[in-house]
């Protein structure tokens, strides 16, 4: 049974930072790609992030330069680390586990809340 469990959320203001992790089990984490997604209210989810076994990495262009994903396959865990935070950022962030490319693979967790905001 595939398990991916986020944590991290919370509430910031804007210009601050968050770490978000994502544990998972019941797969062979280090074979896997990983990635961060996000669904804000009213809106469709989109992509956030992507890490390849190989360490190769995408983001979405709305958060280029200020998010940053990595993985530590000794801990099966996937982080994202978020600066400069924005309220455009405020979403649940979901964690996406088996996808190729941009597309995301069949396993999900159960997402973390990011609300930035003064």
């Known amino acids: 049974q595939v398990q991916l469990v986020e944590s991290g959320g919370g509430l910031v203001q804007p210009g601050g930072s968050l770490r978000l992790s994502c544990a998972a089990s019941?797969?062979?984490?280090?074979?896997?790609?990983m990635g961060w997604h996000r669904q804000a209210p009213g809106q469709q989810r989109e992509l956030v992030a992507t890490i390849t076994p190989g360490d190769n990495t995408y983001y979405a262009d709305s958060v280029k330069g200020r998010f940053t994903i990595s993985r530590d396959n000794a801990k099966n865990t996937v982080y994202l680390q978020m600066y400069s935070l924005k309220p455009e950022d405020t979403a649940v962030y979901s964690c996406?586990?088996?996808?190729?490319?941009?597309?995301?693979?069949?396993?999900w967790g159960q997402g973390t809340q990011v609300t930035v905001s003064s």
């Open positions: 996406n586990a088996g996808g190729w490319g941009t597309r995301p693979g069949p396993h």
């Open positions: 019941g797969i062979i984490f280090s074979m896997n790609a």
